[in-house]
């Protein structure tokens, strides 16, 4: 099993749509929770990021995380095709060696 | 404009040819490390280094070397590359434990995709 599971997609939407992206994830000793964004033929881009369990809202792009549940979201309120890209969640546990541990990806399509 | 640069963006070889890929930052950030992306496991570790003259394995690290002689460049060699390491590769610094408390941001380089046949 996976440490961090993420489903792949793809998810389409229509534009201004509320999208809910998720990870679950089975190690408890992480603290720092982050989203990436990775759009095709880039490298990731640093989203959002939150320590510990709590919501972080930024624009229209809120994180939550549920460390009883090991559960993790990023919403994106009123999206918009340039929203379309990969979404990767990622985890560290331990700061020292600074891994960051990716789910898979999801692949988001906003449709105009 | 702050950025990591990696090169080559693509590179096809052949099975044992030795190739290195280079990684540079300008941002005199102390952590450096190489992952790769690979479909269905999203990114994983292969080194890392928190100084000059400082490195250490990540989770993937068999058939790859690296070196920091200097604080902006970390090369990534493949000394007998095979094809299983076939694969997007990706660099990424960040501010080191010097800078007081942790930092969460992690910039990335754009990728260097390697086929090897």
């Known amino acids: 099993q996976k440490e961090v599971e993420q489903d792949p997609g793809p998810l389409s939407v229509p534009e201004g749509a509320i999208v809910s992206l998720n990870c679950t994830y089975s190690n408890s000793a992480f603290q720092y929770f982050m989203w990436y964004r990775q759009y095709s033929r880039k490298g990731p881009e640093l989203l959002m990021y939150t320590y510990s369990s709590g919501n972080k809202e930024d624009g229209r792009f809120t994180a939550q995380v549920d460390k009883s549940s090991k559960y993790i979201s990023l919403f994106i309120r009123d999206s918009q095709p340039s929203d379309s890209a990969t979404y990767l969640c990622?985890?560290?546990?331990?700061?020292?060696?600074?891994?960051?541990?990716f789910g898979s990806g999801t692949r988001l399509q906003v449709q105009p | 404009e702050a950025q990591v640069t990696q090169n080559p963006r693509y590179l096809i070889t052949v099975t044992g040819k030795k190739l290195t890929v280079t990684c540079s930052q300008n941002m005199n950030h102390e952590y450096m490390s190489w992952y790769r992306q690979d479909p269905g496991l999203g990114l994983r570790q292969i080194y890392y280094s928190m100084n000059v003259e400082v490195t250490d394995k990540g989770d993937v690290p068999e058939g790859y070397k690296v070196s920091r002689k200097e604080k902006r460049n970390f090369p990534l060699i493949l000394e007998s590359p095979s094809p299983n390491q076939t694969s997007l590769y990706f660099c990424?610094?960040?501010?080191?434990?010097?800078?007081?408390?942790?930092?969460?941001?992690?910039?990335f380089g754009p990728g260097t995709r390697l086929l090897v046949l």
């Open positions: 990424a610094s960040s501010f080191g434990p010097s800078y007081g408390r942790f930092q969460e941001t992690q910039y």
């Open positions: 990622a985890m560290i546990g331990d700061t020292g060696r600074r891994a960051l541990t």
